[in-house]
């Protein structure tokens, strides 16, 4: 991490720009980890492969947090940079329910494909869809959000 106080003042726009690092790493693994079980899905890798890709993606989405979670609590130590703190505090919950909601909807997808795709998993699974879909639209709204401020800090 870089150094972001700079005699007792914070680097706000480079608290951001490792926020922003920290979203492309977690995009990064997402992606890999959808790479994964298509893979599975079509019969081009075993379970373990897409174990190790599981592991894998969770070990980076671990790092994340915990590199997010460092930011918010330097910009909890101002007053002035509050609000920041209370925003990345709702993309870490908007990511951990991304998260959460991709394993339900992976392991549903699973289950589908091993034959149990019944009506009911079929409606579930697109609910699942529908569910993260929206609560990717909540981090990309603060993605933008930081994104604007970084334009504005430049």
Not at 92 to 111: P, Y
Request: with cysteine; charged share 25%; aromatic share 6%.
């Amino acid at each position: 991490i870089c150094q972001i106080a700079i005699m007792g003042e914070f680097d706000l726009g480079q608290i951001l720009r490792n926020v922003k690092q920290a979203q492309q790493e977690r995009a990064l693994a997402y992606a890999a980890w959808e790479q994964a079980f298509t893979a599975l899905d079509c019969k081009r890798q075993d379970d373990a492969d897409f174990a190790k890709a599981s592991q894998s993606t969770q070990q980076i989405l671990q790092k994340s947090s915990m590199h997010v979670m460092r930011q918010i609590s330097i910009l909890n130590s101002t007053r002035e940079y509050n609000s920041w703190a209370k925003t990345l505090q709702a993309l870490q919950r908007w990511e951990k329910a991304k998260f959460e909601l991709t394993v339900k909807r992976v392991l549903t997808r699973i289950t589908i494909a091993q034959g149990g795709g019944d009506g009911q998993l079929l409606v579930q699974e697109l609910k699942m869809r529908q569910d993260l879909a929206e609560v990717i639209e909540e981090i990309n709204s603060i993605c933008q959000e930081i994104e604007f401020e970084l334009h504005d800090n430049i």
